[in-house]
């Protein structure tokens, strides 16, 4: 299957127990854009040259503003939950990112907290043997949801970060990830850049000649461990620091 021109390759809206198999998804606004439903399975398949985004989990926000009717929960989101993507592949996204879970609108901290939030992606991601290279911004952007993992993945000549992680996403574990020529602009959070987010696990990443530092820390992430992981600099590298916290 392809698809070809200027529109969203695959939207979808209240549908559960789909399948993207074997495609190729070219020249769109985003290569898909899932707000709703569950049940996901993307296997073997390649999004390059899109405009905004490759692969996109995006959620969708509920009918109601903020405790509407004095209930908080009326303005719970409509989440996209349990899916597996493997063998997929995105490639020079020419604005943003490439394989996304990101918030399509902002969170609500109901019980102001600063736990208990609606979150626009829901529950139980996998991503698998994935690649995402030369995108304008990060090649992985996981910025909504809870237990995800990346396992066996690589990013590459991303203009941004190799994986960026944010908005509170909670759960996540990148496993066995490359990273290489990541963050060429030499702005972002090189190979990886973990921000606000809580328990994320980072277990044999290899960073190899990142644009600026190897990993960023954003002070307001919380509870992250890295390990068993090797850091190489390289002559794109122009900061000293493996490492770095910053406020």
Known sequence: WEALGEGTGYVNDWCSYITLNSSLIKYSRTATAFNQGEYYFLNNSFATDNIN???GFFGSKGDFEPYANGDPGSNRSFPCANSLMQDCHVRRTRNNDGIVFHKNSGYYDVNNDGFTRYDDVGPNHE????SSSDNRENG????????????????HNNRGAGITMGHYVRNVSI????SYNDDAAHNFGGSMAIGDSRNVLVDN???YNP??????????????TIKNSKFISGPDTNRSAVIEIYE
């Not at 991503?127 to 994935?130: A, E, K, L, P, T």
């Not at 992985?140 to 990013?155: E, H, K």
């Not at 496993?175 to 490359?178: D, I, K, M, Q, V």
């Open 53 to 55: 985004n490759g692969f």
């Open 127 to 130: 991503v698998v043997r994935c």
């Open 140 to 155: 992985f952007d996981i910025t909504s949801g809870l237990n995800i993992t990346l396992l066996n993945c690589v990013s």
């Open 175 to 178: 496993l066995n990830h490359t």
């Open 205 to 207: 990443h290899s960073s």
């Open 211 to 224: 644009g600026q530092r190897s990993i960023s820390i954003r002070a307001d992430a919380g509870n992250v």
